[in-house]
């Protein structure tokens, strides 16, 4: 059942600022696999050379759609280089962006014809490509509205097993602080993503550009939609201006008012009805001016405006709320749905016929808390430092999308902190041949390490003692050297340690012993003057046969 959270009604009287006094709004452009800048028709806008990727092989591209940018090349992830793949994109000012990642196709024979995959935006599963979207214009691209606070992106794709990611372009537009503002919830722990934008009456697909609509509003594509089925409606136009359109914060294009349906004697009421992902929130934005030469003033067309049979809004009269003919009336609800289905009615009760010009649905996505940043930072630094290989992605957040977490870290999240941390790395018999940094000693809630069966070389970094959370120690069957740090003397959670087939030598840290819990298990092959001991000590059975000497001294 329809469940109403939030009722808005938004009318732009009065610009809220002068746009013509503002600075340009921050505009960055990604032409993906272009060795160049380039500039693309009709607008001329600027494209920079493709950077700031993970990983990727660039390749011409193959276009979906009339409406992709016309650009000849394009950025690939093939599932040898790991399943997470990202553009890492630093210097962007603090502000509220419209995020827009457009898809291609390979244009080689061997490819998969229509990859699916998933793209996330700062660890925030944004959207999942469907069977067909090459068959849809809107369907092409993935847009969001995203706050971006710490001066970069990260826009990632996430590999499903079904053909390999292909990227055209990267869009990052700075809009207005408050577009888009719908509410108590609105917010920076917010994501509008766009889920279908409607141009009424017109055959003519645009842009924002191509409106010459302020930049302050972005770039934003309009499906046009000249009737909502045969017999059921009649389109309207008008070359007059429109007032109260391009005003802050959402810098409507003037012309998108400039086109309308309205229906007819047949069929009085005016529906619309779209598919939707069930179980979400949207946010509705419908576009209204009165641009019929009958109506000549208030009164003569009123209606009610339904969705999915509910009545939302009553009584809306265009030229009285608005407070003119020609000028512009925006209302904005929320809405929760169940179903897979949104159809808004718009029924008259004064003067027979209901008039649209334009239509927004975005669905409401909470922003996915991150990982502790310092926690980041040490993964990728154990990255590099054991040369972990392609196949193991390591891009972007280790932890979110929850649907995406790197393969070998174990993440869990902290109520209280309102974050992710790591508390298991299980990366055994993985072929790694680095060393151990010492950042490891930054996964401060490590409990679980097991990186056995590899050709890790190099000392144990003593900083790995400060680690006193982590109660199991695997590092067995690899190659390293040095003594063991008397550091790890400090680890009293420890319950089981394997330090056995490496190369170390001297003696077991006294304090090992000492510390010993009930139950503990340790496993430690020293070389000493090319004596080896092996010794294992499970307390629980033989600490009292020590007869008070310590067993962990060889």
Known sequence: MLRFTLLWLLVFFLSLSSSSARPAPFAMRISCGARENVQTPPTYARWYKDFAYTGGIPANATLPSFITPPLKSLRYFPLSEGPENCYNIDRVPKG?????????????????????????????????????????????????????????????????GHGDPAIISIEILQVDDKAYFFGPEWGKGVILKTTSRLTCGTS?????????????????FWNPIRTFGQNADEPRSTESSIKQASVAPNFYPEALYQS?????????????????????????????????????????????????????????????????????????????????????????????????????????IAAEFQTLPEEVRALQALKKALGLPNRFGWNGDPCVPKEHPWSGADCHFDNSGSNWFIDGLGLDNQGLRGFLPNEISQLHHLQNLNLSGNSIHGTIPSSLGTVTSLEILDLSYNFLNGSIPESLGQLTALRRLNLNSNSLSGRVPAALGGRLLNGASFNVLVEKAAEYTSIKADCSKRCSLCKGKDPLVA
């Open 96 to 160: 509220h962006y419209s995020v827009r990642i457009f898809f291609g196709l390979v244009a080689q024979p061997e490819f998969d014809n229509e990859p699916l995959f998933d793209v996330s935006v700062e660890g925030t599963l944004i959207h999942s490509l469907n069977s067909g979207w090459t068959s849809h214009d809107d369907q092409v691209f993935a847009e969001a509205l995203v706050f971006l606070l710490d001066g970069t992106v990260s826009i990632c794709f996430h590999s499903t």
């Open 204 to 220: 003519k697909p645009k842009f924002d550009e191509d409106y010459s609509g302020d930049h302050w509003g972005g770039d934003r």
């Open 260 to 364: 309308a349906i309205v229906s007819t004697d047949s069929q009085p009421d005016l529906a619309y009805t779209m598919d939707v992902d069930p179980n979400k929130n949207y946010s509705l934005w419908l576009h209204f001016a009165e641009i019929d030469a009958t109506i000549t003033g208030a009164g003569q067309r009123v209606f009610d405006v339904l969705i999915n049979g509910d009545t939302v809004f009553q009584d809306i009269d265009v030229v009285e709320m608005s407070g003119d003919r020609y000028t512009a009336l925006v209302l904005n609800t929320t809405v929760a749905l169940s179903g897979r289905t949104l159809t808004i009615t718009l029924r008259p009760k004064n003067g027979n016929h209901a008039i649209l010009n334009a239509i927004e649905v975005f669905e409401i």
